[in-house]
């Protein structure tokens, strides 16, 4: 190999290790365009996830019956620049056209209701430093790094998808969580065994807004109060490698046995005076009048207009999260054994129970990416052979069991999931993919979950959803 070769494939490490999204190797990069003296390029990268699911509840009037959906999980384009071998930029927009994944708050995408089936969003924009093994930042809209699970690939995770159930509070995407602006800086030491991360991020600041999904005010918009104090948010993030260094920013669900992994990860956030302790609704009506409390009390002949929050005390609670994180996998004669584990514990000093605004409930202190506790344990394992000329077969389980504080109207709610599924790699890597996946949801009391462009609600115990899916990334 050249030294030319060498030091463009050092820098196209170096970029790697900079972009979290970036991190599934050469054997998955796109068309890369070489320029100037310094090793400058672009790296252009096009990606792909489509679904076909079938779920036992959310079809019919009564949302009782089962439904079939087609989509796209996510579309993709990405651009990464680098000047040379320090300085650089990532730019990312994601799509999904069609229905959501989610087990609860099944809804009906924009393309259904108005025709736009352009849904694309910026996911990624930042400015990249690389200045040695010790310190590469990003500066710009990127992802938090609290969770090995907020890390992971979503072109690359172990089962089909990423956990439902494990994103954090707040963040800039329209759902609050994952990303936000801010800074990372990350680095190695100790020959790349020890990792850090270290975030500063905007956090919660002004209002959010999120669709009362039950009860009389069903399907307004409820508004939030503005953050407290538009304080920072902080994360924090350290692994340790005890075999080879399991290396990039982000992580894969398999490294199909090419690297010997043993990682253990922990990692916190804290955002001070995150929210009200005490909230409630304020209803407009169409007659021009108010009322204060929980639910509405809607004047005769008058309906709802709108739906805001009030502080009823001036304390306030912080934000808190905690994440634990292990994976393990070790190439052998029989294939290739992994095993993933995460625990994520987000707390907001049980401001639930005095916080009783809809939208602070739904997007700011409970809900699915509120106050929460819970982990998952996913096994798979590679055959030692091989399907055409360099398939490979991967079967895998998973076990989920989450305590939410606020979900759906219910104090307390517990989630479990069961998962089994099967993943085949066509050309031995992630670039094309196909998963079957079968997944079992119980809820631990009974969930009434809206139906989509329907008045329906469905009164659901536990679901079984069966999905594939066929991935490209080129």
């Known amino acids: 190999m050249s030294k030319k070769s060498s030091k463009r494939n050092l820098q196209y490490c170096a970029v790697a290790l900079a972009a979290t999204m970036l991190c599934a190797g050469a054997a998955q990069a796109g068309p890369r365009i070489e320029f100037g003296d310094d090793g400058g390029f672009v790296q252009i990268d096009l990606k792909g996830q489509f679904y076909v699911e079938n779920t036992s509840y959310g079809g019919g009037t009564t949302g009782n019956e089962s439904r079939t959906d087609f989509h796209f999980m996510r579309n993709r384009f990405g651009l990464t620049g680098m000047i040379d071998d320090t300085w650089g930029y990532k730019f990312q927009t994601c799509g999904n056209t069609g229905t959501t994944k989610m087990p609860v708050m099944y809804s009906l995408s924009a393309q259904d209701n108005d025709w736009n089936d352009r849904d694309v969003r910026i996911i990624d924009a930042y400015a990249i430093g690389n200045f040695n093994e010790h310190l590469n930042v990003k500066v710009g809209l990127t992802k938090i790094p609290l969770s090995r699970a907020n890390l992971d690939d979503c072109f690359a995770p172990l089962s089909q998808d990423r956990s439902m159930f494990v994103y954090s509070a707040y963040g800039t995407s329209p759902a609050k969580f994952s990303r936000d602006l801010g800074g990372v800086a990350m680095g190695r030491f100790f020959n790349e065994r020890l990792t850090y991360f270290a975030g500063i991020f905007q956090g919660r600041e002004g209002t959010s807004s999120a669709q009362v999904p039950l009860g009389p005010a069903a399907g307004y918009i409820a508004t939030s109060t503005t953050a407290p104090k538009t304080n920072l948010q902080y994360v924090g993030r350290m692994t340790f490698d005890f075999l080879e260094s399991e290396g990039g920013s982000g992580y894969q669900g398999t490294y199909f046995g090419d690297k010997k992994i043993f990682n253990i990860g922990v990692g916190m956030a804290y955002q001070p005076q995150a929210a009200y302790k005490s909230t409630t609704n304020v209803f407009s009506y169409s007659n021009g009048s108010t009322s204060q409390g929980p639910a509405p009390v809607i004047p005769a002949g008058s309906t709802i207009t709108k739906v805001a929050s009030r502080n009823t005390g001036s304390d306030t609670v912080d934000y808190t999260a905690f994440a634990a994180d292990m994976m393990f996998e070790y190439p052998t004669a029989f294939g290739v054994p992994t095993v993933t584990a995460q625990y994520l514990k987000v707390d907001f000093d049980d401001a639930y129970k005095t916080s009783f605004a809809s939208a602070e409930r739904l997007a700011v202190i409970s809900g699915m990416n509120g106050q929460k ?64 996946e079968y997944l079992k949801t119980s809820f631990d009391k009974l969930a009434t979950l809206p139906v989509a462009g329907t008045a329906g609600l469905a009164n659901v115990k536990d679901f079984d959803t069966f999905r594939m899916m066929l991935q490209v990334v080129f």
Do not use: M, S
């Open 373 to 436: 506790e819970g982990f998952y344990v996913k096994a798979a394992h590679i055959l030692p052979f091989k399907i055409g000329k360099a398939g490979t077969i991967q079967p895998y389980g998973l076990y989920e069991d989450w305590k939410f504080a606020h979900l759906l109207g219910l104090n307390d709610q517990k989630v479990q999931q069961y998962g089994v599924g099967v993943n085949y790699y066509v050309l031995g890597d992630q670039r094309v993919r196909i998963t079957g």
